[in-house]
């Protein structure tokens, strides 16, 4: 099971830190980094970089039940 925890949020800015079965150790945990040009995926060294709009393309495909 996966928990989400919001560690910022500033205006349309949010990271996000997706944690296993309730053991959260934010370095090793995966995040999603929303900035304002690009969304990080991954983490530490081992990290996708999507533009905004390939971020809104995944999040639609998912919202579908495509992926």
């Known amino acids: 099971m996966i928990s989400i925890l919001t560690l910022v949020k500033r205006r349309d800015n949010m990271k996000v830190v ?3 079965d ?3 150790i934010p370095p090793k ?3 999603v ?3 304002d040009d690009k ?3 991954g983490e530490k060294d081992n990290v996708c ?3 905004k709009k ?3 393309i ?3 495909k998912i919202k579908n039940n495509e992926i």
């Open 18 to 20: 997706l944690c296993n």
């Open 22 to 24: 309730g053991t959260c």
């Open 29 to 31: 945990c995966p995040v």
């Open 33 to 35: 980094d929303i900035q």
């Open 39 to 41: 969304v990080v995926i």
């Open 49 to 51: 970089i999507l533009t």
């Open 54 to 56: 390939q971020f809104n």
């Open 58 to 60: 995944l999040k639609e």
